[in-house]
């Protein structure tokens, strides 16, 4: 069964700081996917990883995909408060069914 | 808006009644995924279509649930007998077909039930 864990769970950061969230997956898979999601709200996509090395950027966000490692990051450069969210990582081993990380709720303080 | 859309957007219903949801894709994807989202977790995948037909089911996907997509385009999921842990999230997604597809999630049926 493919298990999917993101750390941290939850992350406070001062604005203009970096830091990188981790998502570990236990099985075989070079379809990653990161997601975010706002309170009350849906889930928006951020990236789509489909290969060994991937990397894909976007703004103030990197995401990179180690498939023999089974590991994705997810960096975020000089933090600002928009970026408050909750983050998942998701992969897919069975063919278009996401399995998801718990989520790293981030929050960023001016 | 052309985006993904569920209906209703919130359900209070007592335990022991029926409920049903339904999920307006994207008009041009032909796949169409339901998930359940619980307080402080990720989705969990519940099951998927491909144009009418339901391709997977998962173990969560108990037999007081069924979904439909009678004509390959608008979705429902229906719960019998709802039980105060069917209370969550109820996310709709849809993608393209062939090939590793972004799913795109709608806005969420928020259950709870009492």
């Known amino acids: 069964e493919l298990k999917v864990e993101q750390n941290p769970l939850f992350l406070s950061m001062q604005e203009g700081k970096n830091y990188t969230i981790y998502c570990n997956y236990s099985t075989t898979s070079d379809r990653l996917y990161w997601y975010r999601q706002d309170p009350g709200k849906s889930l928006e996509s951020l990236f789509v990883?489909?290969?060994?090395?991937a990397v894909k950027q976007e703004g103030r966000l990197m995401a990179s995909l180690d498939t023999k490692a089974r590991l994705s990051t997810l960096h975020i450069t000089a933090a600002v408060h928009d970026l408050s969210a909750t983050y998942f990582c998701a992969v897919d081993n069975a063919g278009n069914m996401l399995t998801f990380g718990g989520g790293t709720r981030l929050m960023v303080k001016p | 808006d052309t985006g993904v859309s569920q209906d209703p957007r919130h359900k209070i219903t007592k335990r022991g009644q029926n409920v049903t949801f339904r999920c307006d894709p994207i008009?041009?994807?032909?796949?169409l995924y339901w998930y359940r989202q619980t307080l402080g977790q990720g989705p969990e995948f519940l099951t998927y279509f491909q144009n009418e037909a339901q391709l997977e089911k998962s173990r969560l996907l108990s037999d007081r649930f069924s979904a439909e997509r009678p004509k390959g385009s608008f979705s429902t999921l229906e719960i019998q007998r709802t039980e105060q842990g069917d209370s969550a999230m109820y996310l709709c997604?849809?993608?393209?077909?062939?090939?590793?597809?972004?799913?795109?999630f709608g806005p969420g049926t928020r259950l709870l039930v009492l």
């Open positions: 997604a849809s993608s393209l077909a062939g090939g590793p597809q972004t799913q795109y």
């Open positions: 990883l489909l290969s060994n090395g």
């Open positions: 008009s041009e994807h032909n796949r």
